[in-house]
């Protein structure tokens, strides 16, 4: 599994410290899943955050028809909301096939 979520409105960076605000606006993993119950869960083996390879990435899925709804567990995230608590709710569409 591959997951990637950038922040809105990201500009090319032209030095190293439009490079260095790029990382607020960034979360990025790579893993194998497996799934149990409700939880999804991702043992990541390469990652945007150093501290997370090797740790297990848990998260809430619910199905409902064509959408899944992904709900992050509250967390302190290393690059945004200023070291406060924070949680992400992500919803997927079902790719729909060329008729």
Do not use: C, H
């Amino acid at each position: 599994m591959a997951f990637n979520l950038e922040g809105s409105n990201r500009l090319a960076a032209t030095t190293d410290t439009d490079r260095a605000q790029l990382m607020k606006t960034l979360v990025a993993y790579i893993g194998r899943y497996r799934v149990e119950g409700d939880q999804w869960i991702t043992t990541v083996q390469t990652a945007w955050a150093p501290e997370w390879v090797g740790t297990e990435q848990r998260r809430t899925v619910t199905v409902d028809g064509q959408y899944a709804d992904v709900v992050t567990p509250w967390r302190k995230m290393p690059n945004w909301a200023a070291g406060k608590l924070s949680r992400s709710i992500i919803r997927f569409r079902r790719a729909q096939m060329a008729a």
